[in-house]
C-alpha cells in the first residue's frame, strides 16, 4: 500500500531554522498536508500545498515539494520554543476516495 | 479553541464496561471521522460518515459502534473492550470527502483498558 515516512526526531536551538522532511510514495497525490500536535492536544492543520505548486509560503512557514522525488519539507524560520511539538505530513490517496495517508509524525524540541 | 470538542477527554475502563464517547463539531460541516491514534503507529482511520450516513468502515472490530444522529455530532459506543484498545481517540470533520477537504481535529479522549 501507499507510505508516507518521517524521521522521527529532530532538536534546533531557539532562533534557528527547523526543517522537518517527508517522503511519500503515491504519485498521484494532490494535495499534501502538515500538521501540528502538542501535547495533550488533537492535530492542527498548519499548512498544505497542491501538487502543482512547488514552494507555499505562509509567515514562519514554508513547505517546498519536489513531485519528481516524492519528497515534501516544512521550513519553520526563527523557530521558539511554542513551535516544540509532533509535526505529521499526510498526502491524500487519489486511489482510495482521497483518503489521508499519514506519517508516523517528526517529535521537534526546541533548545532554549 | 477548537471548532470540533470531544468528551470524556479521559476515560479508564474496564474490560466488561460500556462507555461512549463524544464528538461535537461548531464548523457547519458535512463529514465526521472517527481515528485511532497509538504509540509508534501511523493514524488508523476508523470510520467516516458523509451527510450523516457511513461512508467508510475499515475493517473496525464490532466491539466498536459509531453513531452519527446528525451531521454535527458523533459518538463512538464502547462494550467488551481489549488492553490493546489502549490509546487517543480523535475525532475530525471536514466540509464534505471529496477532493480537498482539509480535516479539523477534536483534542482527543485518551481510552485506558483495564
Known amino acids: 500500500g501507499e507510505d508516507v515516512e518521517q524521521s522521527l526526531f529532530l532538536s534546533v536551538r531557539e532562533g534557528d531554522s527547523s526543517v522537518i522532511n517527508c517522503t511519500y510514495t503515491d504519485s498521484s497525490s494532490t494535495y499534501l498536508y502538515w500538521y501540528k500536535q502538542e501535547p495533550g492536544a488533537g492535530l492542527q492543520l498548519l499548512t498544505y500545498i497542491f501538487s502543482n505548486m512547488d514552494m507555499k509560503q505562509d509567515q514562519r512557514l514554508t513547505v517546498l515539494l519536489n513531485k519528481k522525488d516524492k519528497h515534501l519539507s516544512l521550513r519553520i524560520a526563527d523557530t521558539q520554543t511554542g513551535d516544540s511539538a509532533i509535526y505529521f505530513c499526510a498526502s491524500d490517496n487519489a486511489g482510495n476516495n482521497r483518503k489521508l495517508i499519514w506519517g508516523l509524525g517528526t517529535s521537534l524540541a526546541v533548545n532554549p | 479553541e477548537t471548532g470540533v470538542t470531544q468528551t470524556p477527554r479521559h476515560l479508564v475502563m474496564g474490560m466488561t464496561n460500556k462507555k461512549s464517547l463524544k464528538c461535537e463539531q461548531h464548523?457547519?460541516?458535512?463529514?465526521m471521522y472517527w481515528y485511532k491514534q497509538s504509540a509508534k503507529k501511523p493514524l488508523e482511520l476508523m470510520f467516516v460518515?458523509?451527510?450523516?450516513?457511513?461512508?467508510e468502515n475499515n475493517s473496525v472490530p464490532s466491539r466498536f459502534s459509531p453513531e452519527c444522529p446528525n451531521s454535527s455530532h458523533l459518538f463512538l459506543h464502547l462494550h467488551t473492550l481489549q488492553p490493546e484498545d489502549s490509546a487517543l481517540y480523535l475525532c475530525?470533520?471536514?466540509?464534505?470527502?471529496?477532493?480537498?477537504?482539509?480535516?479539523?481535529f477534536g483534542d482527543g479522549t485518551r481510552l485506558s483498558i483495564l
Open positions: 460518515y458523509n451527510f450523516k450516513e457511513q461512508t
Open positions: 475530525a470533520s471536514s466540509q464534505g470527502t471529496g477532493g480537498h477537504q482539509p480535516q479539523h
Open positions: 464548523l457547519g460541516h458535512n463529514a
